[in-house]
């Protein structure tokens, strides 16, 4: 049972374009969602979280929006740049809960 | 240390063989955690401790595999009687406090093959 799942398996954009990757998930119970970044022959590293009570939370470049009607969330990276190629993994955690439960992960590709 | 140390790196076995597989979290954090990651999946949750006390080990597949951390830092999971199947990367990651929400730092993780 996939509780949180990324559908895109890669992504390629244009440096300097947006750079949009999505999550669902199926449990209305999460409270907390992140986002990880991971490059290769590394551990993840956080990039970004939002509490269920927001709808969005912007860092810098990096913008994640929550829609909780629709059990969706999305990473927008604007502008993007060639190094912000990595694997981008969504998590989700229930309060009271240890269990980060993550998404299969998206493949980013900026090209110069 | 500066970051989640753990050992080895890597480990090849025989099927069969038990393996302890080790991390060392961030000095003073409070829990840790250990997740499987197989090829272009997402990490998988296997368990977590606060301190020494283990608080959910619901991820851990079946009873060939268990992991303590006796005195609240260093963390060994083994896996006994080893099979093909449990070729995987095995990640260790800590947090602070383990509150809702706060970032867990991830190791580089042990890749396990199993012959």
């Known amino acids: 049972d996939q509780q949180v799942k990324q559908n895109s398996p890669s992504l390629s954009v244009q440096e300097g374009r947006i750079s949009i990757l999505n999550c669902d998930y199926t449990n209305s119970m999460f409270d907390y969602f992140l986002w990880y970044k991971k490059y290769p022959a590394e551990g993840p590293t956080f990039l970004i979280s939002i509490s269920s009570i927001k709808d969005k939370n912007e860092d810098g470049r990096f913008t994640v929006f929550l829609n909780k009607s629709a059990k969706h969330l999305s990473l927008h990276i604007v502008p993007s740049q060639p190094g912000d190629s990595a694997v981008y993994f969504c998590?989700?955690?229930?309060?009271?809960?240890?269990?980060?439960?993550f998404g299969q992960g998206t493949e980013l590709s900026v090209k110069p | 240390g500066a970051g989640v140390s753990q050992s080895p790196r890597y480990k090849v076995t025989k099927r069969g063989q038990d393996v302890a597989l080790r991390c060392d979290p961030i000095s003073g954090h409070v829990s840790l955690y250990w997740y499987r990651q197989a090829l272009g999946q997402g990490p998988e949750f296997l368990t977590y401790f606060n301190y020494e006390a283990q608080q959910d080990k619901s991820g851990l597949p079946n009873d060939r595999f268990s992991a303590e951390r006796p005195e609240g830092s260093i963390s060994t999971l083994t896996i006994q009687r080893t099979e093909q199947r449990d070729s995987a990367m095995y990640r260790c990651?800590?947090?602070?406090?383990?509150?809702?929400?706060?970032?867990?730092?991830f190791g580089s993780g042990t890749q396990l093959s199993v012959l």
């Open positions: 998590a989700a955690i229930r309060a009271g809960g240890g269990k980060l439960i």
């Open positions: 990651a800590s947090s602070l406090r383990g509150n809702l929400g706060e970032k867990l730092f």
